[in-house]
Structure formats: structure tokens, C-alpha cells
């Protein structure tokens, strides 16, 4: 069963900031948190992750609260092509015993033109 | 570079037929390999992942069975498919965790997937 909880679906107007939320109340001190965005009929694509700081890459930011059980994914400038699910995942890093993401089912964001 | 690929793209079979998905990785050794399924309207759901040649664990107890026969390649199978095989197969890598920190992010580098359809 997965360890994230995420709204099943979220609106955006094109050209605004995406705010997608993540509970993740009984994340471990090792467990990294992920996030990850399916196009319809694509294999996911990784977007960002971090342990406890605050993460930005080219792609969007990645906003974690002190205590760790919840994180935001901000995509700075929603654009038509950002219309995807995005999974929220937690996980320690490989080298920890077995390595493997599961996917819950995510949250479909649709962008409004 | 790394790359993954996967075969074929489509296919349709009938009920109790063979299948064999295959799944190749380039550019990186001793990859962690993984079989994931996407049924239509639902989520990801692991089937099988591989830490090494003849390594396999499965998530889901079914009809389908993996092997590694070689490092970088990562096959799925079935002697006889059902109605719900049908779906969306994904092959993914990662690192095995004892590469350079920097690289070691944890990130699965999907391939374009299989969709199969049983009749």
C-alpha cells in the first residue's frame, strides 16, 4: 500500500503556479521523497526529490515542511503540456537493501488554457 | 549515456497464449531492473525487480514470470495468458546504490512501454 497521500485530481490556468500537495506522515528518517509525472501513454518521467531542504531544478520545486510529513511540487509556470499524474513517492536511496519505488495513483493535474 | 529499451511497442495476443516482453539497458552496469504494469484507469503496479543476473523477486503472485538471463537484459513472461493480463508494461532501471554519490539519486529511467492487448 503506498505511504503518500495525494488529491485524486487539480485544475491549473495556464501561465500559473501549480501547487500539488503530498502527505507523507510516516515517512522514515532515510526515506527520501520523490515526485514523478506520467504523460497519457508514456512511461513516468522523474521530475525532482530531496530528503528535508528545499529542492528547484529546471523542471519545478520541491517545498518540504520541517517535519517531514508533507511536501509540496510547484511547477512555477503551468504550461498545456504539464497536463499529466504526478506521483508523490517515498524512498531511501538504492544501496539500502532492496530498491523499489511504488507508485500510488497519483494526482492528475489538467491545465486550463 | 543510459538508455532503455523495450519491445515491442504493441501487441494483441488470444487468451492462453505465450508471451515474452523483452528489455534491454546500455551505457551503465549492474543496473537495478523492474517490471511494472499499468492496468487501464489505475495505477503503477510492480511486478517484479532484479538486483542482479538470476535475481528475481515478484510483488504480485500471478501468471507472469521474469527472468535476467544476462546483466542488462530483463525479460517477462507468461506460458498462458489471461483476459487480465491486458495492459500497459513498463521496464525501468536505477542504479544499484554503489556508483558515485552524485550519481546515486535513486532516480527509474522508464522505457516507452508494451501495451498488449489479450483477446
Known amino acids: 500500500d503506498a505511504k503518500t497521500t495525494q488529491p485524486p485530481s487539480m485544475d491549473c490556468a495556464e501561465g500559473r503556479a501549480a501547487n500539488l500537495p503530498c502527505n507523507h506522515s510516516?515517512?522514515?528518517?532515510?526515506?527520501?521523497v520523490y515526485w514523478y509525472r506520467q504523460i497519457h501513454s508514456q512511461g513516468p518521467q522523474y521530475i525532482i526529490h530531496g530528503l528535508k531542504n528545499n529542492e528547484t531544478n529546471e523542471m519545478a520545486s520541491l517545498i518540504i515542511t520541517e517535519d517531514r510529513k508533507s511536501s509540496t511540487l510547484i511547477l512555477p509556470h503551468a504550461t498545456l503540456r504539464d497536463t499529466a499524474v504526478y506521483y508523490c513517492i517515498v524512498s531511501p536511496l538504492p544501496g539500502a537493501g532492496s530498491y523499489q519505488l511504488t507508485f500510488g495513483k497519483g494526482t492528475k493535474l489538467s491545465v486550463i488554457p | 549515456s543510459q538508455t532503455i529499451h523495450q519491445w515491442p511497442a504493441t501487441l494483441v495476443q488470444p487468451v492462453g497464449s505465450p508471451l515474452s516482453l523483452e528489455c534491454t539497458v546500455e551505457g551503465t552496469s549492474n543496473p537495478n531492473l523492474y517490471w511494472y504494469r499499468q492496468a487501464a484507469g489505475r495505477g503503477l503496479q510492480l511486478l517484479f525487480y532484479?538486483?542482479?543476473?538470476?535475481?528475481i523477486s515478484s510483488e504480485v503472485p500471478q501468471n507472469l514470470s521474469a527472468s535476467r538471463p544476462q546483466d542488462r537484459q530483463f525479460i517477462l513472461s507468461s506460458k498462458k495468458l489471461l483476459l487480465s493480463d491486458s495492459g500497459f508494461y513498463l521496464c525501468?532501471?536505477?542504479?544499484?546504490?554503489?556508483?558515485?554519490?552524485?550519481?546515486?539519486?535513486?532516480?527509474?529511467?522508464f522505457g516507452e512501454g508494451s501495451r498488449l492487448t489479450v483477446l
Open positions: 510516516t515517512i522514515s528518517g532515510n526515506e527520501y
Open positions: 532484479s538486483v542482479g543476473i538470476g535475481q
Open positions: 525501468a532501471w536505477s542504479s544499484d546504490g554503489t556508483g558515485l554519490r552524485h550519481l546515486n539519486t535513486g532516480e527509474l529511467f
